[in-house]
């Protein structure tokens, strides 16, 4: 199953140095529903099913891999924009950062209840970058989450296709 649009990504580049924009990009980094998650969400569901749910979980690690791309680029661009790439973020309901946490990690075991939950992490994370093309006013930033979200999308449909086959087996 393929896990990514093929589409290529666009140059990492910005219009200018913009601590704002690099700071909202920390979120899409490694927020809640940011790709440092994703990855580790996704890693733990392919560590704890290879054994028992082999295709599954390797799928899991090719949306794993995928997401470490989105990870490098939107890292790249944080620094492009004066940033740095750490682990932190700001928490728009506390309004305080916070540092990147293994316990973000939803930690299900029951498979069919990962893949809701995968869909749903998803679907928040097309959110979250459509809210950031709204405020981000950089058209290679735009160029660039526009070009994620393909990918995010892409996720979606690999999961349900998931669930179906699941189903099948029931």
Known sequence: MECRVNIPYPLVKVEKENIEYANILLEDYTGF?????AINQYV?????KFNEYEYFAQV???IAMVEMKHLE?????????G?????????????YYLYYSGSFVNYENDIKK????????EKNTIRK??????IIKDKYIKALLYRIILDEKKHIECFRELLFRLSKQD
Do not use: A, V
Request: hydrophobic share 35%.
């Open 114 to 121: 990962m893949l809701i939950y995968n869909i749903r992490l």
């Open 83 to 95: 940033g740095k790439p750490i682990f932190k973020f700001l928490d728009r309901k506390s309004n």
């Open 33 to 37: 529903n940011g790709e440092e998650n």
């Open 129 to 134: 970058y459509e809210q950031h093309i709204k």
């Open 60 to 62: 899991l690690k090719k």
């Open 44 to 48: 733990y569901e392919y560590l704890s």
């Open 73 to 81: 680029l939107i890292g790249k661009t944080i620094t492009l924009l």
